[in-house]
């Protein structure tokens, strides 16, 4: 019961600050190309925004501030410079090690207001595989909550029809 709340909780909170991507045909594009074999880049955007919202409930608890709004935001956008990785890249470490630059590139298009520090989390969101290195707390926490979704999206995949609520 208590997960099925806390996820009630960050799902209210990616519908509110993320609703504009949510429902971007970017987004929408990412809901069907699959990602980690049994998910969808979508999916595990999704996934991730939950698990830093998770992370960031945990943080927030100390003297600590992580923003939750940023990281909502920068987890929704942090794989969308993938799409298309087929035609886009020569193989897969080329897919892992050039996309964060191409997600923060196409962040700037979805996100009118963007900030420098939510470009430097995206296009860090890979280290250590990519050599930039997170500069920030959220930076960190979209890091984390990237590589535990990535787990996850292997060990117990989620569909978009179990992530419904937030879509609507």
């Not at 886009?88 to 009118?112: Q, T, V």
């Amino acid at each position: 019961m208590r997960k099925e709340l806390r996820n009630q909780r960050n799902d209210a909170l990616i519908r509110q600050y993320g609703s504009d991507i949510l429902h971007s045909d970017e987004f929408e594009t990412a809901l069907s190309q699959t990602h980690h074999h049994r998910s969808s880049v979508g999916v595990h955007s999704i996934m991730t925004a939950r698990a830093g919202l998770t992370i960031c409930n945990v943080i927030n608890k100390t003297r600590f501030h992580i923003d939750e709004r940023m990281i909502v935001r920068i987890s929704l956008l942090h794989d969308l410079g993938m799409l298309g990785r087929t035609v886009r890249y020569r193989n897969k470490f080329m897919c892992g090690y050039l996309h964060p630059k191409n997600s923060a590139e196409a962040a700037k298009d979805l996100w009118d207001d963007i900030d420098k520090k939510s470009v430097r989390a995206i296009r860090s969101h890979m280290w250590p595989l990519s050599l930039a290195i997170p500069t920030s707390r959220e930076g960190l926490v979209l890091c984390i909550a990237d590589k535990v979704s990535a787990v996850g999206d292997r060990f117990k995949p989620k569909n978009r029809q179990e992530l419904a609520a937030v879509l609507e």
